[in-house]
């Protein structure tokens, strides 16, 4: 019997290994703050090395939100590519002992190694991440499961992957097995460079194959080259049913078929601010999954960024249904 999951996600499957530094550090390495910066191996191996008291974690952007929807008590998967090395059977390991499906198994004729990103999280919580893609750049279509991809209630898709040809592809074949099943494809912007570079087929797939889609001021205002976010909002509302932008402090907007909530945000001092968009995304598409309204979807999604950064590493630790059943939201 085929299984139907939830949420299914396909993306990036990056190891993260995370480590607290100062600012001083940063400038000794080289590694500019507060962005994500993608690396060569040796580069990666260099700073890997100058790490102490690391935490290594499986991640990536939408691993990160299947991981949180799968504490929430969702049935979810990912899709990602990972090498048969040390990394690659320690990133399928976790994901499975964590109760997520993870149908790819390691590559072993892979000439690239598993993905990693050396994540650099200094005292403000800004989080400096050095990223090597590996294995991970090479997804296509023949890693995504139809079978999988047509029984998932909801798709979520990582923009980074967008920046390789297989990739848009592999994306745009899974969104329609989703819709054809059913249910609802959506993804996360992930990068305005990655919308710099891929414009036009960025907004034909938001257009034509998604029901939602997320992203922060920044990229929601890329996808129309435009410095006015509520000229990207409508835009963007324009072309895609769903629309989440999310603005830090300033809480978020969301857009469903011409209806418009903003849910403001509880401010929390930051540990590491690595993941909050990810968990974001973990809150707001349980809501979405569960018939929820935008205010609640919203709430929802604030409750599970702000967890996240009140510790180190982006995945949560407390039990957020616990903390939904206590905000009267389920």
Do not use: W
């Not at 690396?39 to 102490?52: C, F, K, P, S, V």
């Amino acid at each position: 019997m085929t299984k139907t999951y939830d949420l299914v996600g396909i993306g990036n499957a990056v190891v993260d290994v995370i480590t607290q530094c100062d600012d001083s550090f940063l400038d000794l390495m080289g590694i500019e703050k507060g962005i994500m910066q993608l690396i060569e191996q040796d580069r990666g191996e260099t700073l890997y090395a100058a790490m102490n008291d690391r935490v290594q974690t499986p991640g990536g952007a939408v691993a990160n939100t299947i991981a949180g929807a799968g504490a929430l008590g969702m049935e979810a998967a990912f899709i990602g590519r990972v090498r048969d090395d040390a990394l690659g059977r320690f990133y399928a390991d976790a994901m499975t002992d964590h109760g997520i499906g993870f149908p790819n198994a390691p590559v072993a004729e892979a000439d690239l190694p598993t993905s990693r990103s050396m994540i650099f999280v200094t005292p403000d919580g800004e989080r400096s991440m050095n990223t090597y893609l590996g294995v991970s750049t090479g997804l296509s279509s023949a890693d995504v499961s139809q079978e999988v991809a047509s029984n998932a209630k909801l798709m979520f898709l990582e923009g980074y992957l967008f920046d390789q040809d297989a990739g848009k592809t592999a994306f745009r074949e899974a969104a329609r097995a989703a819709t054809a099943g059913g249910g609802i494809a959506g993804i996360a912007i992930s990068d305005p460079f990655c919308v710099e570079r891929h414009r036009d087929d960025f907004l034909s797939l938001i257009k034509n194959d998604l029901g939602y889609v997320i992203g922060n001021e920044a990229e929601v205002k890329s996808l129309f080259e435009t410095d006015d976010l509520e000229a990207a909002l409508s835009r963007t509302a324009d072309i895609c049913p769903i629309v989440v932008c999310t603005r830090s402090g300033d809480g978020v907007i969301l857009i469903r078929d011409g209806a418009r909530v903003h849910v403001p945000v509880t401010p929390v001092t930051p540990v590491d601010a690595t993941g909050a968009g990810d968990q974001f995304a973990a809150g707001f598409l349980y809501g979405l999954s569960h018939g929820a309204d935008l205010e609640t979807c919203g709430r929802m999604g604030n409750l599970c960024a702000g967890e996240v950064i009140g510790h180190i590493g982006p995945r949560p630790k407390k039990n957020m249904l616990a903390a939904f059943k206590a905000e009267g939201l389920i």
